[in-house]
DNA sequence: ATTGAAGGATTGTTGAACAATCCTTACCCT
DNA sequence: AGGGTAAGGATTGTTCAACAATCCTTCAAT
């Protein structure tokens, strides 16, 4: 009887150990730059010098590069060779795209919703929460990460490790664009009575009602991303 | 009217001469890799000692490591800090959420398949046709790689790059179970017929019977896999 | 048998150096 | 004046050598 109870005790030591110090410099590096580009200080299309880089965070060359070719993982970079990296701008093709695996992957977990566990089914009423209090105290940035959060946790129905890890490249994309385009408040508000139907028709088993809203919500939200984009140029 | 078939000529060079010298040594290392690891050549597990991979390749450390990072970023490599990076070895959880993966995405595509561009459905065509002709001239891996493309044209027929991105990992990561299982001919050559008939359906826009013959090719694909991976331990 | 402490081996990180490429500027020619 | 060209500086690509940090093995001690 003793050994289940400390053998899942020892699971959570080891999980929780991963996390601790095993971090190399140029991820957090990374860390750091990420920060920098979703917050919108670096704006799409910037370039980030290797040296003016490696003086102002000291850290040499070598690593500073690493870092790079992790954030050129995620797509936030772009590395032009012999020219150096940038953040990333996307083109009309890329939002596209961004909505056509938003779709895919988001309606197959409200689909699968029923079968999704209690623990999954929570997070996404939890995002819905934190929109609507962010809302209460008017911190319209905080009602955009919730909103992405929200639709990180749908994808996240279909319990899949890969599918979480594909959505939330996706959706840092996205914010790409959205500070591309100004006034949070205008673009994210409108978005909270609609997740909040969506979680109420997720809890009620409702999935295919689920799905028609989910899809209606992101076909407004790409055309007005586009509409905004085209205006741009 | 020479101005727009003038700028299509001068695109279609553009992206030929993309591919042409742009390649950084460090992508051409990962090249070389890459194929040691899905010839089966280097197993899951195998360790990849830094310092004898410089001398036998005659690269500097600072670009292998590169090479390992971007290997590491197709799941084909795992990194372990200060202790190495080493072939990925997949768990049967990872096996299973390879097959939860290849059920969205592939089933999507088929789903969609009567709006997809005639050029993705060829593709389809071809790679069962290629498996086809491997399997009289008996060259089974050969039908095994056919059989990957197969799979790969049908969730491209999402159109999407970036599903195309992640299905290329997904299979890649799969290459690393078929040669933890002997014998590809018994393991490949069932299927074939079942491919042809998957096209057929496609063909004639049948697509409702051609997911459900695809659901029952990735059931019995992952029951078989899933048997002799628990047989290997 | 378990613990603890050297010791060697491997990885993490740095700095400097040189080659290759790009970009700017100034020049020359028509 | 305008366009092509060559030189120069600036930036990136790649390598090398060194040291610090960490891991793994061995061996001794309790």
Redesign the pocket.
């Given at each position: 009887m003793t050994v289940p109870a400390q053998q899942r005790w020892l699971d959570g030591i080891a999980a929780a150990r991963h996390e601790l110090?095993r971090s190399?410099?140029?991820a957090r590096v990374a860390d750091l730059l990420r920060d920098e580009i979703t917050t919108g200080r670096l704006c799409p299309g910037d370039?980030?010098?290797?040296?003016d880089l490696?003086r102002a965070i000291?850290?040499?060359?070598?690593?500073?590069?690493?870092a790079f070719r992790l954030l050129v993982q995620e797509r936030l970079l772009v590395?032009?060779?012999?020219?150096?990296?940038f953040v990333r701008r996307l083109t009309g093709d890329d939002l596209a795209d961004l909505y056509r695996v938003r779709r895919i992957l988001e309606c197959e977990g409200v689909r699968g919703a029923r079968e999704a566990t209690p623990e999954a089914l929570a997070r996404v009423e939890a995002a819905v929460a934190d929109g609507e209090r962010a809302a209460e105290r008017e911190s319209w940035p905080d009602v955009g990460t919730a909103d992405i959060r929200f639709h990180q946790a749908l994808s996240a129905l279909c319990g899949s490790p890969r599918i979480d890890e594909m959505t939330r490249h996706i959706l840092a994309e996205l914010r790409l664009v959205f500070h591309e385009m100004g006034s949070p408040r205008e673009f994210h508000e409108p978005y909270l009575a609609r997740n909040r139907r969506m979680a109420d028709l997720l809890r009620a088993g409702e999935t295919e009602a689920a799905e028609r809203e989910l899809r209606s919500y992101l076909d407004d939200a790409e055309a007005q991303l586009t509409r905004a984009y085209r205006d741009a140029e």
């Open positions: 110090d190399s410099t140029a370039r980030l010098p290797e040296e490696c000291k850290v040499s060359r070598n690593t500073m590069r690493e590395h032009e060779f012999n020219r150096g990296v």
